[in-house]
């Protein structure tokens, strides 16, 4: 490993408390991408690709890993809870620093939103006369009081989220392999097979194309994955337990989405999912286990209070990262006596109630609009994280920074790979309805992020940077 060039100090105490314990910051990375596009979402995309999901699955997982160790990459070169656009201002610019990191924010208060008003929903499944605003509105004002208390609290509260999620995946595919096991008695006479792979049509059933464009869908199943990097600047020894952390996303993959698939359409054919319905209810009703809906209302409900839970989190401390860099106003940098970024939640919780307020007046049409920002965003922020990282190693070619030891497998090729694909899936938006307005509206943040840049700096292009966080010219 090459020395510490004089004058970059890739230790940065940010004032943080480090209650993240390893097993914690495990669960999180483990539980960050498990939400409602697999548990509820996969129905549509299985009616849509056939068989072939579980190939588009996995290769979009491999991308995704390669963003995750380019990510990792760059947290072990130098831990910090800003990590995205603290990286992108380092290596790619002021301007994408910027950019990134206002996007990243955006792309969990969209996410958020939206999560709190499914939450909402799913209530409604037990107790059907509370308006849907008024349990979203609570589970808004919880979670925000539970982040504000301590990042122990958060970091607890996320650790059951996740096991909730965790127990219900792996629990299906142990019934499911049951139930293929001739011997077992599980599950009805007949039908479960593994040749429902391909004996109902063939693995591309409904034309390579179909599964082509499902990975437009896949991809942002996979949304949350890049949380644990938000978790540095608190994790306790962040370079061991990130490291850990990171090297499962290949297992995560493995195991959560291509193996409970490859269940799931083994127990029933594909012929039997359709958009609108959970393909884990479907098979859990199609077993035999009593309360199957409602079991699943639970874990979906969960899954939404976690990807609320964890937007909180990682907002306020994105605020705070751009604050302390000059790209936000300098009070967004308070810390409450518990070392938590009260400031920058409170913003983020603040605007999150906008969600609420949509969902009242016109929940179908303008919710389409504001969560289309965080389908282009985290597309462009995946990209970023790749560049970053590669310009990183290109430092560390030449002698100016130090090596993390943790380089991309396959290097530049494998990046480059990575960025054609979701350059790919970029295009594949315009071939519906609802991509295109997703990227209609992404135009327009960036062209509004763009000008609040100019004119926050006021066309000044020198650095802003906190003392002792590293730096080089651009």
Known sequence: MTSTPQGVDTEVDEGYQRGLTSRTV???AIGGAIGTGLFYGAGGAIEKAGPALILAYAVAGLAIFIVMRSLGDLL???PISGGISEYADEFLGRFMGFSQGWTYWAVWVTTCMAEITVAGKYINYWWPSIPVWVTALVALVVLFAANLISV???G??????????VTAILGMIVIGIGVLLPISGLGPDVGPSVSNLWNQGGFFATGFTNALLSLQIVMFAYVGVELVGVTAGEAQNPRVTLRKAINTVPFRIGIFYVGSLLVILSVRSWKDFHEGTSPFVAVFQYIGIPGAAGIINFILLTAALSSCNSGIYSTGRMVRSLSQRGDAPSGLQKLSSRQVPVAGIVLSAVVMVIGVIVNVIDPEHAFTYITSVSTVGIVVVWGTIVLCQMRYRSQVRAGVLPDSGYAVPGGRVSSLLTLAFLGMVVVLLFTNDDGRIALIVGAIWFAIVTVCYFAWTGGNRKQVRRSGT?????
């Open 26 to 28: 495990q669960m999180i």
């Open 76 to 78: 072990l070169y130098r």
């Open 152 to 154: 122990g609290l958060f």
């Open 156 to 165: 607890h509260a996320e650790f059951w989220f996740s096991a909730i999620k």
């Open 470 to 474: 590293s730096a080089f010219n651009h």
